[in-house]
C-alpha cells in the first residue's frame, strides 16, 4: 500500500481585494487556484519528486500533505488516514508524528535564540518522550560533532544549519519527510554534501521522500518518480530515466531544453517562448495551449484528463508527439 | 591584439575592521577583449560580486581597493573621483544586477527611467532619446514597446522586468556589461530568454561582458572565458571548454563534478569535504588546502603559482594533468 495518498487535491486562495475596495471600485472576488485536480501515490520507502516552475503549486500542495494548509477539495491519506476528516484523537497524532517537513531557507526555519539540542529535541519534547543524549546522537548521524548540541543556530554555515534541520526532522523518527526546496539556498559543493546525507538516510531509517524543487538536475539525481507541474495541475509523472530521455508532454520537453547544460557550451537553442500565464486568470482548456507547438484546437477546449502512457502518465491531447531538440 | 576593454591587474579589496583587516579580493587579474563573455563563477563568499562592485566603484565602505589597477580600454579608473565615476557608470560600464524589481525605480515608468538614462549621458533631445528607449525596448524583446514606454516596473512580470534593466543598461551604449547573477531570480525557461538575448546583444555590439554567476550550466552556455575564484583569489582560468571539459584546479574539478547533472545515473554525488574558509580564518598557503585531495606541504605554505601567465592557467602547484583525467 502506498504510505501517502494524493486524491483530487484542490486548493483555492481568495486573492481579492479586501471587502470597502471591492465595493466602492466595483470588483469581482478574485480566486486563484494553486492547486487543481491533482492526484497521486508514494509507495514507502521512495522519493516522490515535484518539479515546476514558481507559481506552480509545488509548495502548496507539500504544505497540504503536511496539513499546515487545509484542502479545498479532495484529500490526502498518509497511511491511510486522512488526517482532515479523522476524529479519533489518538490516530491524528500517531499518523503527525510520522511526518516531517525540512524548509527552504536554514536560516529561517532555526530559532536564534534556542540551542541547538533544544531545536532537534523539540519534536519529541514536545510529545513527552525521552530526549536523553537524543541530540547528540542524531548530531552524529547528519555529519556534526556532538558538542555542537550547545551552540547557537549563527554559529554554523548554511550547509551545517541545513543538517541541523534534517536531525530535527529524524528526531520524532518520522516515516514521511517533505522537503520543500531542501538544497536551493546552498552552494553547489555544500549541495551535494547535503544530498548524498539525505539518500544515505533514507536507506537507514527506511525513509519516503516527498521532494518539492525547481531544479531538474537535482530532482534526476534524488528521485524515483518526478511529478511536473504548469500551473498547480500534474502535467506528467514517469520515473527520471524515461522523463528525461523521452518527455511526453510538450512541457516537460521545454523544461529539460531551457535547463542550463554543463556539455552545452556554444549551444545555440530557440528559447522557449512565453511565461507562466496569470493563475488568477489561466487559459482554457489545457493550461500550456498558449506557449505549446503541438497545439491544435482540441487543446483550447477540453482540459486533458492525467491518462497512462508508457510507464508513467501525461495530461495532453498530443501526448508522446513531441521530440527533444537537441537532445544528448 | 587589441586593446582589452577591462584589464584587472592585482586587484586586491580590503575591508579594515575591529580585528584585523579582511581580504574579500586578492591579487586577482584578467582582461575581458571586445565581444568576449567572461564568466566569474564560484560559491558564495567567493568574491565575484566584490570584483565587480570595485571595477564599478560601488564598494560599500569601508571596503576599499587597496592595491591593484583597474583599467577601462587601457585608462585607469580605479583612481577616478566620485563625479568622474558617474560619467563612467551607465556611459561606459553598464550594470544588471541580481533582482530586477529592485534595480527598478518604482514610482518613475520605464519610459521616464530610459530617457532620463539616455539624456544624461548622451547629447540627444527628449524626443530622439524616447526613440531610443522605445527601440531599446524594441531590442530586448519587450512586445509592442512604444505602448509599454508609460507602464511602472510593477506592471510586468519578472522576466520582462530583467529585459527592462537589460535594455537600460545598455541604453547609453556601454563598452563593458557587468551581469551580477542575472537570472538567478529567474524560472528555468524565462532564465533561458535572458541568456540567449545577452549573448545575442554582446555579438550584434561587439561589447564585453563579465557575467558573474554560481550556476555553472549558465556560465557553460553563456561564457566565452571562464575565472574560477575561491575564497577572494583566482583559483583558475581559461576557456571554457577546458574549464568545463578538463579542469585543472582541484577545486574546479570539485565543484564541476558536484553538480547533479555531472553526476547524472550515478548513487552518490561527489562533494568536495568541508566548507569555504571565512575571511578572518584564511588558511596559510593555497586557501583551498584544507579541502584539497591532493594537497601535500608545499601548498600549507606557499599560496599557488600566479595564474594569467601564458602557460599556466590554475592556481595550484600540484593541477590535474590530462592524461590523468582520462585514466
Known amino acids: 500500500m502506498s504510505l501517502v495518498s494524493v486524491q483530487n487535491l484542490t486548493r483555492v486562495f481568495d486573492v481579492s481585494k479586501p471587502w470597502l475596495n471591492r465595493v466602492i471600485e466595483r470588483l469581482p472576488k478574485r480566486m486563484l487556484t494553486a492547486v487543481s485536480d491533482v492526484s497521486f501515490e508514494i509507495p514507502a520507502r521512495t522519493t516522490y519528486a515535484l518539479v515546476g516552475e514558481s507559481g506552480s503549486g509545488k509548495s502548496t500542495i507539500g504544505k497540504m500533505v503536511v496539513g499546515l494548509l487545509r484542502p479545498t477539495e479532495g484529500h490526502v491519506e498518509i497511511e491511510g488516514v486522512d488526517l482532515v476528516t479523522e476524529t479519533d484523537a489518538a490516530v491524528i497524532d500517531r499518523i503527525r508524528s510520522d511526518i516531517q517537513m525540512i524548509f527552504q531557507d536554514p536560516f529561517a526555519s532555526l530559532n536564534p535564540r534556542w540551542r541547538v539540542r533544544d531545536i532537534i529535541v523539540e519534536p519529541v519534547a514536545a510529545r513527552g518522550g525521552d530526549t536523553g543524549g537524543l541530540a547528540e546522537k542524531l548530531l552524529t548521524q547528519v555529519g556534526l560533532s556532538p558538542d555542537d548540541a550547545g551552540k547557537y543556530p549563527h554559529q554554523f554555515s548554511g550547509g551545517q544549519r541545513q543538517r541541523i534541520c534534517v536531525a530535527r526532522a529524524l528526531a520524532s523518527e518520522p516515516k514521511l519527510i517533505v522537503c520543500d526546496e531542501p538544497t536551493s539556498a546552498l552552494d553547489v559543493s555544500v549541495q551535494a554534501q547535503v544530498l548524498n546525507l539525505m539518500s544515505d538516510l533514507k536507506d537507514e531509517h527506511g525513509l519516503t521522500y516527498l521532494f518539492i524543487s525547481h531544479d531538474l538536475t537535482v530532482v534526476r539525481h534524488m528521485a524515483d518518480t518526478i511529478g511536473v507541474l504548469y500551473l498547480g495541475r500534474l502535467v506528467e509523472e514517469a520515473a527520471p530515466g524515461d522523463l528525461f530521455t523521452k518527455p511526453a508532454h510538450p512541457y516537460t520537453a521545454m523544461l529539460i531544453e531551457a535547463a542550463p547544460r554543463l556539455d552545452a557550451f556554444g549551444r545555440e537553442v530557440e528559447p522557449p517562448e512565453g511565461e507562466i500565464p496569470d493563475p488568477t486568470d489561466p487559459p482554457s482548456g489545457c493550461a500550456f495551449h498558449p506557449r505549446c507547438p503541438l497545439a491544435t484546437e482540441i487543446c483550447s477546449v477540453e482540459r486533458p484528463r492525467l491518462e497512462a502512457f508508457g510507464s508513467g502518465r501525461v495530461a495532453c491531447h498530443h501526448a508522446g508527439e513531441i521530440a527533444l531538440k537537441g537532445a544528448a | ?327
Open chain 2, 1 to 327: 591584439m587589441d586593446m582589452p576593454v577591462l584589464s584587472l591587474r592585482n586587484l586586491t579589496v580590503d575591508i579594515p575592521t575591529r580585528h584585523g583587516t579582511l581580504r574579500p579580493v586578492d591579487d586577482v587579474s584578467w582582461d575581458i577583449a571586445a565581444g568576449e563573455i567572461l564568466g566569474v563563477v564560484g560559491e558564495s563568499g567567493a568574491g565575484k560580486s566584490m570584483t565587480g562592485n570595485a571595477v564599478i566603484g560601488l564598494l560599500d565602505p569601508p571596503a576599499h581597493i587597496s592595491a591593484g589597477e583597474v583599467l577601462l580600454e587601457g585608462e585607469r579608473i580605479d583612481n577616478y573621483t566620485l563625479a568622474q565615476m558617474r560619467h563612467v557608470r551607465g556611459k561606459r560600464i553598464g550594470m544588471v544586477f541580481q533582482d530586477p524589481l529592485t534595480s527598478l525605480n518604482p514610482l518613475l515608468t520605464i519610459g521616464e527611467q530610459l530617457s532620463e538614462t539616455i539624456l544624461r549621458h548622451l547629447d540627444v533631445s527628449k524626443s530622439e532619446a524616447d526613440a531610443r528607449a522605445i527601440q531599446g525596448l524594441d531590442e530586448v524583446g519587450i512586445p509592442s514597446a512604444r505602448n509599454r514606454m508609460g507602464a511602472y516596473p510593477h506592471e510586468f512580470s519578472g522576466g520582462m522586468r530583467q529585459r527592462v534593466v537589460i535594455a537600460l543598461a545598455l541604453c547609453a551604449e556601454p563598452t563593458l556589461l557587468i551581469a551580477d547573477e542575472p537570472t538567478t531570480a529567474l524560472d528555468v525557461s524565462v532564465q533561458a530568454q535572458i541568456i540567449a538575448l545577452l549573448k545575442r546583444l554582446c555579438r550584434e555590439r561587439g561589447m564585453a561582458a563579465m557575467l558573474v554567476t554560481h550556476d555553472m550550466g549558465v556560465i557553460a552556455e553563456t561564457a566565452d572565458r571562464v575565472a574560477v575564484m575561491y575564497a577572494g583569489r583566482l583559483a583558475e582560468i581559461g576557456p571554457v571548454s577546458q574549464i568545463v571539459g578538463q579542469p585543472r584546479h582541484p577545486y574546479t574539478d570539485g565543484l564541476m563534478a558536484s553538480t547533479p547533472a555531472a553526476s547524472a545515473g550515478q548513487a552518490r554525488l561527489r562533494q568536495i569535504p568541508g566548507a569555504m574558509p571565512r575571511l578572518n580564518r584564511m588558511p596559510d598557503g593555497c586557501a583551498f588546502h584544507p579541502r584539497c585531495p591532493r594537497a601535500q606541504d608545499k601548498c600549507r605554505v606557499d599560496p599557488g603559482p600566479k595564474v594569467g601567465t601564458a602557460d599556466e592557467r590554475a592556481a595550484c602547484w600540484f593541477p590535474i594533468e590530462q592524461d590523468e583525467a582520462a585514466a
